[in-house]
């Protein structure tokens, strides 16, 4: 059985200002990283057919990628082979005209295994309810963190944290050209709850136990370090596993939760920490 152990770190050999630099570098470089695509591309993140409208064909096919690709009047948004099976491709359009691009592929000789389609009003509204759903439960979590610990810094790192595990993932799906969909926003739903737990159990030990600052740090970063690693291994075997079996929603929901669980442990023990540390040593005998 395999054991994990947190190290100790020697928090002392650093400064707020050298533990805050780092994470506060890293979510600067994020949000220049979505401005810039947002000038360039008019959105911070691609969109996929779940917020475009689209449709999607599962076709096998002894024909070519390339011969795939022209064998239909409009031109395919993309044309992906699927790993699990040979000759078997997934078309992406932006029309919704399902119906139409089937028969055009039943033309050409391949075998429509799977369809589906998305009309554009459908996916506006979709993209609208994500946003909203996104917005209510960030809302929700900084009210929870104020209402908990009724002071500013230690609630305003948890909201920077979680703010910070949200966008730092979004910009590397932008930099790596996935596109948003359901399943993508459903794992940053997800990861608001994951940050919210690792900065309050954090918070918890040093402002509310006993004990000096850096044996209540290391408690709760053997609690909350070893959860947070189980999940991320966890998580990059389902994304593995889902990729290889080309189950998609399961993969992009495996790979965003390993990019902000990764952050999170960046942001929770060196930003989140420094602002505590401040707090505690500085800014309450202020």
């Known amino acids: 059985m395999v054991e994990f152990t947190v190290p100790e770190i ?20 994020a949000l220049a990283v979505l401005v810039g695509s947002w000038a360039i591309a008019g959105s911070p993140v691609a969109t996929g057919i ?43 359009f932006d029309s919704s005209d399902v119906s139409g691009l089937t028969d055009q592929a039943e033309s050409a000789d391949m075998t429509v295994l799977q369809s589906g389609s998305t009309p554009a009003t459908f996916g506006a509204d979709n993209q609208r309810w994500a946003l909203i759903g996104l ?19 230690p609630s305003i790192a948890i909201v920077i944290s979680a703010f910070s595990d949200i966008v730092v993932p979004l910009a590397i799906l932008s930099l790596l050209r996935i596109k948003l969909s359901l399943g993508t926003v459903a794992a ?38 070893s959860m947070t690693v189980t999940s991320i291994v966890a998580m990059a075997v389902m994304a593995v596993m889902a990729t290889y079996y080309d189950i998609d ?14 952050t999170d442990l960046m942001n929770t023990y060196m930003l989140n920490l420094s602002l505590l540390r401040w707090y505690k040593f500085e800014g309450v005998n202020r």
């Open 249 to 262: 929603l399961m993969a992009q929901i495996g790979l965003v939760l390993v990019l902000g669980l990764s």
């Open 10 to 29: 020697d928090y002392s050999r650093y400064s707020n200002r050298q533990l805050a630099a780092v994470p506060l570098a890293v979510l600067a470089v």
């Open 135 to 153: 917005v209510i439960a960030f809302a929700g979590m900084s009210i929870l963190a104020f209402a908990l610990f009724r002071t500013f810094v």
């Open 50 to 92: 779940d917020f475009n409208g689209g449709s999607e064909l599962t076709v096998e096919t002894q024909l070519s990628q390339e011969e795939v690709r022209s064998a239909f009047d409009t031109t395919p948004v993309a044309v992906q082979g699927v790993q699990a099976e040979a000759d078997t491709y997934r078309v992406t």
């Open 188 to 225: 940053l739903l997800m990861l608001i709850g994951y940050s919210v737990d690792s900065d309050i159990l954090l918070n918890n030990h040093i402002l509310r136990r006993r004990g000096d600052f850096y044996e209540s740090t290391y408690r709760a970063m053997e609690t909350g370090v």
